[in-house]
């Protein structure tokens, strides 16, 4: 994803959480985007550092939650039940989630984020306005998207 002219970026202050299973994300890269219940940051993979293991990816996504939604405990509650019905999911068309807790420090504190796999790229409605996508194409991106709806309904979300 192509960073825009107008980059926000949030700084944290990193403390491990209360909980050793979970880390707060790192250092914020930039702002990826925001809808109708909060944002989603590239950060630093708080697990990252010190391991060479390629398998532990160095950039996450991180989805935080508005503040005004933060304080909705049916809310929570639906976003702590996505957290844990996505965390077992493996699949190459479903995005992996890592981690999901609640900010300890800094300006976040008491915000709810889940971490969750960067994946580099731009989203289907901009590469639909950027080019007139074939019927090949638009089939493939069904395919693939029926795909990662298959094996979440598989675990029962």
């Not at 950060?43 to 550092?49: D, F, G, K, R």
């Not at 989203?123 to 395919?143: C, E, M, Q, T, Y």
Request: aromatic share 6%; proline share 6%.
């Amino acid at each position: 994803m192509a960073a825009s002219d107008d980059v926000k970026t949030i700084a944290i202050s990193m403390n491990d959480s209360p909980l050793p299973e979970h880390r707060e994300p790192k250092d914020v890269i930039r702002h990826l985007g925001e809808g109708g219940m909060g944002e989603v940051f590239l950060c630093v993979n708080p697990y990252h550092e010190g391991i060479s293991d390629s398998r532990v990816p160095r950039e996450i996504a991180v989805k935080t939650l508005s503040p005004e939604l933060n304080q909705d405990p049916e809310l929570l509650k639906r976003f702590e039940a996505e957290a844990k019905a996505l965390s077992p999911i493996e699949h190459r068309n479903v995005v992996r989630l890592y981690d999901w807790g609640t900010f300890q420090s800094g300006d976040k504190a008491g915000q709810h984020y889940i971490s969750m796999e960067y994946i580099e790229g731009v989203s289907l409605h901009r590469l639909g306005r950027a080019r007139r996508l074939s019927f090949p194409d638009l089939l493939d991106f069904a395919v693939q998207i029926a795909d990662g709806l298959v094996a979440v309904h598989r675990s029962n979300v």
